[in-house]
């Protein structure tokens, strides 16, 4: 009986452990932010967003983000990237109007994945969610509001406490995919 018992407690308290180390069903690749205030990193969706996580990839590896600047920092809302003007500090009026050039085309807008903190979305003109292009945000809140209305294609993993510290204009000094063990 005691036998049996130190089993239970053994295997109840590595459960947390195992279930940490798994990544989360359907997650694609890594993407890290090393930022001015320290770095990023957060799980693309590839099944709910195939269309979105792989432009976003194709900008990541392209270098597209290095060097860009935050050009939104709501406190207790959101932090928001993706706009090549930016790198343009005269054009500071004109910051998070502009794209890649490359709309993604389509809405990938899942019913699975939610605007949780943490989430990580993609930002659009208007209401037409195929206009997204390069611009993402971060949540540091739950944002409900915006459900059904923005992609979902991933969501921070690590350095919450660094989306919480990044500032309008802050620069962006390298977004990379991370390898994964065993290649990627």
């Not at 194709?58 to 935050?70: A, P, W």
């Not at 932090?79 to 003007?85: C, E, T």
């Not at 923005?150 to 962006?172: P, S």
Request: glycine share 10%.
């Amino acid at each position: 009986m005691i036998t049996m018992l130190l089993v239970c407690v053994l295997v109840l308290s590595t459960a947390p452990l195992a279930a940490a180390q798994q990544k989360t069903p359907g997650v694609g690749p890594t993407i890290v932010l090393e930022t001015s205030k320290g770095t990023i990193e957060f799980e693309t969706y590839p099944d709910e967003a195939p269309k979105t996580v792989a432009r976003i990839l194709q900008l990541v590896k392209k270098g597209f983000y290095t060097g860009l600047r935050f050009h939104r920092a709501e406190p207790n809302f959101l932090i928001q990237i993706g706009d090549p003007a930016t790198r343009d500090r005269t054009r500071e009026s004109w910051w998070g109007r502009g794209g890649s050039g490359t709309p993604i085309g389509v809405s990938e807008v899942s019913r699975k994945r939610r605007h949780l903190r943490g989430a990580v979305a993609m930002a659009h003109v208007g209401t037409d969610i195929g206009s997204a292009d390069s611009q993402f945000y971060i949540l540091l809140r739950a944002a409900p509001e915006l459900d059904g209305k923005y992609t979902v294609f991933g969501h921070v993993t690590k350095g919450m406490d660094v989306v919480a510290r990044i500032q309008f204009g802050d620069v962006l000094k390298k977004a990379s995919v991370k390898a994964e063990p065993g290649g990627l």
